[in-house]
């Protein structure tokens, strides 16, 4: 979830717009919200022989100000310049692995967003075929791919080396490129990851999103998917892949600046939970070698070491804690081992049992959250081997890894977490599978169908997101409730106790989470007419004993909402209102289940009139003990 800027105008410095260079410096400043790993410019012309000046930084969240530091020598009126700011997905966020990216020739710029899934088979070509690639990424190999092009076919220009080179591409991109032999033009193209226009009588303008080109003109059009654009001053011209012409879709924007950083969005919270479908898009891609083989991010851990392993211990915080409960299932289930759940600041003080032949898999949003980072330093001095889940590259706890499996959510603003649970639920999944894989449990046709099984998921929770007013309609009945039960069984446990969080966190309203067999054991002396009590009773392999748990609290008079099946009516009769799901294999079911209870939280908080982006006394990352 990067961010990209870009503008043509020409060689004049006197045409009423602001220069190149300031352009891109503020757009890269409005979109810092979006990754602040590195920063990155380049700008080309007045003239082909000024060719190409780039410049990079990567100091985390001083980056801008290093690069804006680095920048006396600019060219005085370039003609076309793009700039990056970088969320780091393939490579540690150094400034090898920033962008803009070049190529061979020193000639071509290019930034990227998105996921280039078969980056690794057209790397290892470009190698063969004498290409030098200085980075760990993904975009790189964009850069080369379109010289090879441009280099087999010179007529057809850069549109056209663009043109060839997606043809080649399996993945997600919003990419802009600039070359110095072509100094007022820039390429743009885009699949899955957004890219917005501009243009005004002397200027063109793009963009990842609108901040950064917000007030530059009131001419925007939006690039779909599979469309190519070719920007020159004052001009947009769009292709298909085929190089029909296309006409650009207007868009309307009467948003002010900080309304466009959170898309419209009333605020950031709901902006993340519209992102999850993509989350979970993202952080499944680029997970299958042309072998079957599943792959994580940074691996030391060999297959034999894997085999050995007898025990594996999950160590978190909060809803990284939750994710890693719904992880027990699935790590048992598909590859056989026992697991341990613990929080993570009380791992270290219990003097765990832990040896070589242990797995310790720690996750953490943030990557620095210290509790979790003490509990895996801790077991790593013990021998285990160390596994990271992380939404930030290169942090703390992934260099104290062995191993590092990314989510790739983007930057989380709202400090409760959202989209990053649903990515660290998918990425903890993809960690079962390969476990799975490497311990023989599950064969390579196995592991990759239940994975490609996975690929329905962002639609799942796309359509679970759209349904905000329904949820919002059925938190209206309970506004008034002081508090709150929540249940589950099985998957469903960890999902009612993410739910319970949720609502505490934002809506400081009282909310238990249970499971739901040990109402009996204490928990059902809570329950009275009036209490409301919201239960997870999608399709399970307990669903019947869940029923069963529903039937006990409602007739004692509680107030029943059941997170439900699409359909699922046997369901609903046990319910006074339903927040409805699609249904899916039940070991990813938590992915869907827990949208409805987001939003539940979010309506609730809403309706009382509370800052859901700022709940009172949390910080997006503890490091303190």
């Known amino acids: 979830m990067c961010g990209i800027i870009g503008i043509t105008k020409g060689s004049g410095p006197d045409d009423g717009v602001q220069s190149v260079l300031d352009v891109l410096v503020e757009g890269l400043a409005r979109l810092e919200y979006r990754g602040y790993d590195s920063a990155g410019l380049a700008m080309v012309g007045p003239t082909a022989a000024d060719g190409m000046w780039r410049v990079r930084a990567a100091n985390g969240t001083r980056s801008l100000d290093d690069l804006t530091k680095r920048t006396d020598d600019a060219p005085t009126h370039p003609s076309a310049g793009i700039g990056h700011t970088r969320w780091a997905t393939h490579g540690r966020p150094n400034e090898d692995n920033a962008h803009p990216h070049a190529d061979c020739t020193g000639r071509l710029a290019l930034v990227h967003n998105g996921i280039i899934e ?37 007529a057809e220009g850069v549109v056209g080396a663009v043109r060839s080179a997606l043809s080649r591409v399996r993945g997600a991109f919003a990419l802009a490129v600039v070359h110095a032999d072509d100094p007022d033009a820039i390429v743009a193209a885009r699949r899955v990851s957004p890219l917005i226009m501009g243009v005004n009588e002397g200027a063109a303008f793009l963009a990842s999103d609108i901040p950064a080109i917000l007030g530059l003109t009131h001419d925007f059009f939006i690039l779909d998917d599979d469309r190519i654009a070719e920007l020159r001053p004052g001009a947009i011209s769009v292709t298909d892949l085929e190089g029909n012409p296309v006409e650009p879709e207007p868009l309307h924007v009467d ?85 341990e759940i613990d929080i993570a600041s009380e791992f270290r003080y219990r003097n765990p049992v832990v040896d070589e032949q242990t797995l310790i898999i720690g996750v953490s949003q943030s990557g620095e959250t210290v509790d979790t980072f003490q509990a895996i330093r801790e077991a790593k001095s013990l021998g285990a081997k160390v596994l990271v889940i992380s939404n930030v590259v290169d942090s703390s706890m992934a260099r104290e890894a062995d191993a590092v499996l990314y989510t790739r959510a983007g930057p989380e603003i709202g400090v409760a977490s959202t989209k990053t649970h649903l990515a660290q639920i998918t990425a903890l999944e993809i960690l079962a599978l390969y476990l799975a894989q490497a311990r023989g449990t599950l064969s390579p046709a196995d592991a990759r169908g239940l994975l490609t099984a996975m690929g329905s998921l962002p639609d799942k929770v796309e359509t679970a997101v759209s349904r905000s007013v329904d949820v919002h309609a059925v938190a209206e009945h309970y506004k008034d409730s002081p508090s709150f039960i929540f249940l589950g069984r099985h998957v469903g446990y960890p999902v009612a106790l993410e739910g319970a969080l949720k609502l505490k966190e934002i809506s400081y309203l009282r909310a238990e989470g249970f499971p739901a067999g040990e109402l009996k054991h204490g928990p059902i002396a809570l329950v009275e007419p009036g209490t409301v009590v919201v239960g997870v009773a999608t399709r399970t392999p307990v669903w019947e004993k869940m029923i069963a748990n529903i039937a006990e609290v409602k007739s004692r008079g509680a107030s029943i909402v059941l997170v439900a099946n699409d359909g699922d009516e046997e369901t609903a009769r046990h319910a006074d209102h339903v927040l409805w799901v699609p249904a899916t294999e039940h070991l990813f079911a938590p992915i869907i289940d827990v949208v409805p209870l987001q939003l539940f939280a979010y309506s609730l908080a809403r309706l009382h009139g509370l800052d859901v982006d700022r709940p009172r006394n949390l910080a997006k990352t503890v490091t303190v003990e």
Not at 129 to 149: F, K, P, R, W
């Open 118 to 154: 078969n980056h690794i088979e057209l790397s290892d070509e470009l190698i063969a075929d004498g290409h030098h690639l200085e980075s760990e990424t993904d975009t790189e190999v964009l850069a080369h791919l379109i010289e090879a092009h441009l280099a087999a076919a010179p």
């Open 255 to 339: 948003w002010d600046l900080d309304a466009a950083r959170k898309d419209g969005y009333d605020d950031f919270m709901s902006k993340e939970v519209h992102e999850q479908p993509k989350a979970v898009a993202d952080t499944l891609l680029d997970r299958v070698l042309p072998d079957g083989t599943l792959v994580l991010d940074e691996v030391h851990i060999t297959n034999e070491e894997f085999r050995s392993i007898t025990k594996v211990f999950v160590v978190a915080c909060g809803s990284s804690y939750h994710a890693g409960l719904m992880a027990k299932y699935a790590i048992e289930h598909w590859a056989r081992l026992p697991v």
